[in-house]
Structure formats: C-alpha cells, structure tokens
C-alpha cells in the first residue's frame, strides 16, 4: 500500500516542477499542505471529477490562491479534466492553469482567488447559500441539499480585514458546514510573521462564534484526520481547525523561509527536494499506482449517483419541488418572467409617481418579488436608506435560514464577496445595498464579481453630491464614472420610475456579469413615454423627448439631472433640441452602430452632457468640442439644493451653456 505521505509528495513534486518550468509562482504553500489536502480530498471531499458541477457537491475554495499549483495538482491527480499538458502549461498564455487559480478556466476551481481573503469570505456566501437552499427545499426524509464548503487559508487571509468582517457574521449565522484550514506556517513574503502578525487567532476565532481545533499537526494524516471529524461533528458553529505546518516542507534548504514563498526553488534545490522524499521519479512523471490511488472518479460518480436516486425519490414526492430547484440551480428565469416584467413596467408607466429612485427600485422589487423566489437579497445596515427590503423579505438568522434577506451589518466588502460566494454556488440572484460612495470598500470584490462574469446585484444610493449636508465623504463623484470603466460592470443610473424597473429587469436577465443600480434620495418626476420609446429604455441610451426635423442640439443626461435636460429643453424653444436618456452607457456602446447613429448622429457635433459625477467620462459622447457639465472637485456639506446651484446644475446653467455653444455656430 502506498503510504499517505507519499501520495502527498506527488502534490510537492508537481507543484515544484511547474513552478520552476515556469519561472515563477509559489511552491512553498503547496508543499507546506500537501498533508491536509490529501487527507481532505482523499477521504472527506463529496465531488465528481466527471462532472464538476454536480450540485450538491462539497465545495472546496484556496483562498491562498497564489499556492494554486496545489488545487491544480489535486483536479489533476484526481481525476479532473486537467491533463500533465496543462499542468506543464502553468502560467502561460491560455493555460486552465492560470497563475492563481481562475473560475472558468480549469474544471473543479469554484471560484477566482488570488486577493486574499475574498476565498474565505466567498467560502462563507457559498455555506450561506447552501444552508438557505437546505431550509428552501428540503423536505423530511429527502435531503437533496446536504454539502460541506472546505477552504484553505493563509497568514495573508487572516490578516486581511475582509476576512474578519466574513468570519465574524459566519460566527453569527451559525454555518455549521463551513470549514477552514488556516495555513499556520509563519511566513509571509517579508519573512516570519511575528513581527506584524501576533494575533491570538484561535481566541479571536472562539469569539466570534467558531467551533476552533487549535494546535494541529499539519504533515500528520491521523491528526489532521480526527480534526476533520471533529469539526463535522460540529453542526451549529463553523469550524476553524489550526495546522502548525512547515512552508516548502521537503525543501533542505529553503523550507520554513520566505525564500520558497514566491519563486522557483532553482534545479539544484527541486533535485535536492527529491532526493530528501525518496522521490525517484523525472519531472511530470507519476506512477500508475500513485495515480490509481488518487482516482477518484468511481467513488465520486457513485456519490453522485446515489444523490440521483435521492432527488428521484424527492422528485416523486414533491414534483413540483424538484422542478423549482432544477430551474434554480441552472440560473433559470421563470417561463413567465418577460411577460411578468413587460407587464411590470407598462403597469408603473401608466400610474406615474414622483418618487426618489430608491423608492422606484424598491417599487421594482416588490413587484419583481413575488415571481423570483430567487431572490436573496440584503443591505450593510442601511436597508431603511437602501430601501432594499420588500412585503416578501424573511430575515435570515442562525436559528431560522428559511429567509431571503440578510443584515450583513456594517460590512460593505464582505457583504459583495459574499454576494460573489452565493452567486457561484448557484440557486440564487443575491443583491445587497449601501450607499454609493461606499463601494470604495467593496471596489476588489465588485471587480472579481465582473471577472468571474457572476450575475451580483449591487445597489447604491445617495447617489451625488444631492446627499447635501452629509458633506463630501459621503458625496460620491468619481465613482459612477469608476463603475462604467469597470470591464464587464453593467451600471445604470435611472432617471425614474420606468428606468428604475428597466434596469432591475436587465440586471435580473443578465446572466454573463453583475450590474451596479445607482439610485438617487431626491425625488424625481416620471416622464411620459409612448410605447416606441419605452421599448428603447432597455438599450441604455435613447431620445427621451425631440424635435420637428433634425437637432441642431443634443442634451445628454442621467438619473436626476435629466429632468434638468428636459426642462432647458422646454425654454430652448428657438432651438431644434433633443433631450437623449442614458441611463446604461454599456448597454448603449452594445448596440448596434445603426442604432447609436440614431440616437447621436456623428454630423450633429453640439452636444451637452448632464451628471452631477466626474465630467471627463462625457467626453467619449459629446467629442472634444462639446460641453459638459459635470464635477472637477470633491463636494461641500450643504443643502442638495444649495450644491446643485453652486456647482451649476440648474436648468438656467444649462440654457446659458447652450445658448453660448448656439451662438459660436
């Protein structure tokens, strides 16, 4: 029989010798839990190399992505779609085996890490989801929804504060099939963590609510081992279990230094390393027995087929159940969604409200609501601001995860990467609030939400310097322009009721990418739409209102300051004016060339854009000749109405603006 550490050497050695024919990465984390992973994967981890989408599959999350060799060796030797080529290929150009592991590209990796501490708090979203799913479908005797989330994590995840804001609410919510492998080796890339990193982390973890197994040995299989039992043993509480471990363990000279952190070990140290294992194997070379012993596509196509006997059963008992899981776990919309919708938002046309478009969003998920049991949404302590609750919101607790709506407290970051985790899981749509200015905290895990192409709902509110006497820390300015410039961020900023609705049923409908809401707390008045232009809102930028023939002036504007547009508009009379609405500038740049040419004539170069945000984005719309009205500064505490006239968004300032650009003509 082949002895455990040996199985774990395979790990070492394919991580090393990737590592050094590609020139750089970081052999020493691989090395270092080469033991844990073994154990875990080998004995406890639910998956099926057949088919990485299984949905009641444990998840397992690297939170110390940078160590990715380690999660490519395990889909490799496992099983997984991940042959010696792409092992060979790590780091290069169009590889699966990306440098830190990439959600999308190699089968099995569950979601992008590399940012450390967004794979734990990932991990929490994904136990969260799974928790909420269990108490949505399961039933007594049928549990199709039953699923541990396993991560592993670093010196690096631990200091960074993400992790505590997660860790801290999973303490809270009780996810008792969360558990994490801190990486407890004492090294950092400056060196031996003592000087920045004196923590009692098993005490802190104790208090915020863990199941803590402190003190394990990280390279002994039977410690490790009784380690994993205990914390499934633990249902109420997330288990953190500590591994005392040696970084690069294996290497002579350079384990337990920073040295094998981020760099090659060198060709005479990897044959050193194989020396010291007894490892007398040629890179890339893997034994067939080391191989048989790894497989685990058998056991886990019969896991997954016995789950396929359980879920039959449960479809027989409750048909209607398994249909509604079946259709929300592949992110499928309701059959009657778009005539649910369109009706929606024909319905709110026909009856229009003067309202904040806060109040219009909230408007939006009421009636959206009662169609999408999907939902799951939830604000960082502000949803009397955010407006993000409905008559349908059911709080979730640790007592009661039946809910669909969640206080995530004042944790805007790990509120959107909890978001990430709950999405990747699958069954829900999560949206979740705070102010705009706010997404600052939240910036890296909006960003990794575009990357990994997850359908996040993001909604902000108090959307320009109109939050008055809060005053510039809470004044956003350059963040709506920072959102669009975001690849792959859909971000909308209404102007009304109807654009309100619009933009929640396309970021409901789009699949491929999260959408930023950005909502105004001032009032705002609806415009009327006939049926023509109300089916051009949806294609994020359209004429609102024109003239008789062909402009000889366009007004551009979004969210409050369109209604500034409009009502220039009306006392421009001398003047051929078109007032264009572009509540989505992505959605927009996506249509078709004969359609923005409709909309923005290339000929027609007297152009004026509205938006009480940073004025250089405009100018891709209104060319260097146009003007813009727009902020250069941060604002000032004041009365919204006081701002708007200081910094000149009035409809006087507008008409004046147009008349000088009339008369250079």
């Not at 599959?57 to 939170?63: A, Y």
């Not at 590209?105 to 940012?115: C, F, K, N, R």
């Not at 969360?178 to 963590?193: E, H, K, P, R």
Request: include cysteine.
């Amino acid at each position: 029989m082949i002895s455990r550490s040996k199985l774990a050497d395979a790990i070492r050695v394919l991580s090393m010798d990737a590592v050094q024919k590609a020139g750089s990465g970081h052999p020493g984390a691989p090395m270092g839990m080469a033991d844990i992973a073994e154990v875990l994967w080998r004995d406890f981890l639910k998956h099926n190399p057949a088919n990485p989408n299984w949905p009641d599959r444990d998840r397992f999350i690297l939170s110390n992505g940078h160590g990715s060799m380690l999660i490519y060796s395990l889909l490799h030797l496992s099983g997984y779609d991940l042959t010696m080529e792409d092992i060979q290929s790590f780091r290069q150009l169009h590889a699966k085996t990306a440098g830190h592991p990439e959600y999308g590209y190699a089968p099995g990796v569950e979601t992008t890490t590399g940012p450390l501490g967004q794979g734990i708090t990932n991990g929490v979203g994904m136990a969260l989801a799974e928790k909420v799913l269990a108490e949505q479908f399961n039933r007594p005797g049928h549990k199709i929804v039953d699923h541990h989330t396993y991560v592993f994590m670093g010196d690096g995840c631990m200091m960074e504060g993400i992790s505590h804001e997660a860790c801290s609410l999973a303490g809270t919510l009780g996810l008792g099939k969360l558990i994490a492998f801190w990486d407890d080796n004492g090294i950092s890339i400056d060196g031996d963590v003592e000087g920045w990193f004196s923590d009692d982390t098993p005490k802190r973890f104790e208090a915020y609510g863990w199941h803590v197994i402190a003190n394990v040995d990280g390279h002994n299989a039977q410690s490790v081992r009784e380690a994993i039992l205990a914390a499934q043993a633990e249902t109420n509480k997330p288990t953190l279990i500590c591994c005392k471990t040696i970084i690069g363990f294996g290497s002579p000279n350079k384990s337990a230094s920073h040295d094998c952190h981020g760099a090659p070990l060198g060709c005479e140290e990897v044959a050193l390393v194989r020396k010291n294992l007894g490892w007398e194997y040629q890179p890339f070379e893997i034994p067939h027995d080391i191989y048989q012993a790894w497989d685990a596509k058998a056991t886990g196509q019969n896991a997954e087929d016995q789950w396929k006997i359980c879920f039959s059963e449960y479809q027989n008992d409750y048909p209607e159940l398994a249909a509604e899981f079946n259709r929300r776990i592949h992110g499928e919309l309701p059959e009657t969604w778009t005539k649910v919708s369109g009706d929606v938002i024909k319905i709110l046309q026909a009856n229009p409200a003067t309202i904040a478009s806060r109040k219009a969003s909230q408007n939006a998920i009421e009636a959206f609501g009662h169609y999408l049991p999907e939902f799951l949404g939830g604000s960082a302590d502000l949803t009397s601001s955010n407006l993000t609750s409905w008559s349908g919101s059911k709080k979730i607790t640790a007592q009661d995860a039946s809910g669909n709506y969640l206080s995530y407290g004042v944790r805007e970051f790990a509120m959107s990467a909890m978001m990430n985790g709950i999405a990747l899981h699958g069954g829900f749509i999560p949206y979740g609030g705070t102010f705009l200015m706010f997404m600052e905290y939240a910036r890296n895990a909006l960003r990794m939400a575009a990357l990994m192409k997850q359908r996040v709902i993001f909604v902000y509110t108090h959307d320009s310097i109109g939050l008055g006497e809060d005053g510039p820390t809470h004044q956003p300015v350059e963040q709506i322009a920072s959102l669009r410039l975001t690849p792959n961020m859909s971000t909308w900023r209404p102007c009304d009721q109807i654009e309100s609705a619009v933009a929640w049923k396309a970021a409901i409908e789009r699949q491929g990418g999260p959408t930023s809401l950005i909502l105004s707390r001032q009032n705002l008045v609806q415009f009327e739409r006939d049926d023509a232009t109300l089916a051009n809102v949806i294609k994020g930028g359209y004429i609102l209102s024109d003239c008789e023939g062909e402009p000889e002036l366009i007004l551009i504007a979004t969210g409050s300051e369109v209604a500034l547009a409009m009502e220039a508009k009306a006392q421009l009379s001398q003047v051929r004016c078109r007032v264009v609405s572009m509540p989505a500038t992505d959605v927009f740049d996506s249509q078709c060339a004969e359609y923005q040419q409709q909309v923005l004539p290339s000929h027609i170069t007297k152009r004026i854009a509205i938006e009480a945000g940073i004025k250089d984005y405009w100018f891709k719309y209104t060319g260097l000749q146009g003007e813009i009205i727009g902020m250069t500064s941060f604002g000032e505490s004041a009365p919204a109405e006081q701002l708007f006239e200081m910094y000149g968004f009035t409809v006087a300032n507008v008409v004046d603006t147009a008349q000088r650009m009339m008369e250079l003509a």
